[in-house]
């Protein structure tokens, strides 16, 4: 996780970023609100802490020009006001939670991955499809590097699933013969039998159940990888 992080006490800022980062995150740490908000426009990070009482802008106005300037990223206030109505107005400038200080780190880092998963489901927040990407359903085939996404996580899958996912994204709509998915998932490998591929075939239907998408066997024909309805 890439995390802003906007405090402008210099040992509480040390303190936090040396414990986020110990708890794999990689923190960039500032205690300007004009630098903060210069930081986030130029390079969105996936999550934003922010403390209110900042030199330069404060943290409320950080939130508000950033949402102003159309920035979605999750954000976390921290905050030693201890009044229902600072809350609310950093609620409502947009924050997506809040902690008042002080506060435990273990609580701090489970909000963070919390607020940056909920945005992770929602489909805008998705990676963008490359431009030659091939989208089936939830899945994306970023050809260019390889990968396998399912929404907007890379799908777990061993060497030949990857290969088998590979040939069959490789024409989407068209079954692809059995024949020619045993020799690209075994590559000049004469000592695999030719059944074999059947079991490749058998786990990765596994895999694909609930995804949306349906592995089908078409007799005389091969196998075809279809959306769900």
């Known amino acids: 996780m890439q995390l802003l992080l906007v405090e402008d006490d ?6 936090l970023q040396r414990s986020l980062a110990r708890r794999g995150m990689e923190v960039t740490a500032l205690g300007d609100g004009r630098a903060a908000l210069a930081q986030w426009t130029s390079r969105p990070p996936d999550a934003v802490v922010l ?8 943290g409320l106005q950080v939130l508000q020009q950033a949402r102003a300037q159309g920035l979605r990223t999750p954000v976390l206030l921290l905050t030693a006001r201890g009044t229902v109505g600072d809350r609310v107005l950093g ?16 609580e701090l ?18 990676p963008a499809a490359g431009a030659g990407a091939v989208v089936l359903g939830a899945i994306r085939y970023e050809k260019d ?23 069959l994204l490789a024409q989407p709509g068209h ?10 998932v075994f590559p000049g490998q004469l000592d695999v039998q030719y059944e074999a591929i059947e079991v490749v075939v058998y ?3 596994k895999k694909l159940a609930g995804t949306g ?10 196998y075809l990888l279809k959306a769900d309805p």
Do not use: C, W
């Open 51 to 58: 403390d209110l009482t900042l030199p330069g802008l404060d």
């Open 175 to 184: 079954a692809v013969a059995k024949e020619r998915l045993y020799e690209l």
């Open 109 to 126: 880092e489970a909000r963070l991955r919390a607020l940056v998963r909920r945005l992770g489901d929602l489909p805008e927040a998705r």
């Open 145 to 167: 590097s390889g990968a396998i996404y399912l929404g907007n996580e890379v799908m777990e899958l061993t060497p030949r699933e990857l290969a088998l996912m590979h040939a």
């Open 213 to 222: 998408l349906t592995l089908m066997t078409l007799r005389g024909l091969g």
């Open 91 to 106: 609620l409502n400038a947009g924050a997506d939670d809040y902690l008042p200080k002080p506060f435990d780190l273990d």
């Open 10 to 15: 210099p040992a509480m800022q040390a303190t």
């Open 203 to 205: 786990r990765l239907r």
